[in-house]
């Protein structure tokens, strides 16, 4: 059993940052990918960006690319989306999820682990 829960949301201006945490919970996290997915009040869910566990390995969503930054410590079980240079339109709920393997997925249905959610606001 996988538990997530993500803390760090809030409301900032453009050009501004924040930083997200997922707190991860399982036995081992060596096999599996974690990634951060957002949902844009009338837009379906979308991946952001994904971190291989075992390799550090990045994956990024071309507009997410040079302006946010996705790490994991494996000491504290936790992942961590730097989020730099923020725009209105990356407003959103932003979930992080925990997929089993070591290959990167962006579909939102490989994914089997969810946490509940947190508020990102940027404002103009």
């Known amino acids: 059993q996988v538990q997530l829960v993500e803390s760090g949301g809030g409301l900032v201006q453009a050009g501004g940052s924040l930083r997200l945490s997922c707190l991860a919970s399982a036995r081992t996290f060596s096999n599996y990918m974690v990634g951060w997915f957002r949902q844009a009040p009338g837009k379906e869910r979308e991946f952001v960006a994904a971190v291989s566990w075992s390799s550090g390995s990045t994956y990024y969503i071309d507009s997410a690319k040079g302006r946010f930054t996705i790490s994991r410590d494996n000491a504290l079980n936790t992942v961590y989306l730097q989020m730099n240079s923020l725009k209105p339109e990356d407003t959103g709920v932003y979930y992080c999820?925990?997929?089993?393997?070591?290959?990167?997925?962006?579909?939102?249905?490989?994914?089997?682990?969810w946490g509940q959610g947190i508020q990102v606001t940027v404002s103009s």
């Open positions: 999820a925990a997929r089993y393997g070591r290959t990167w997925s962006r579909l939102r249905s490989e994914y089997a682990y």
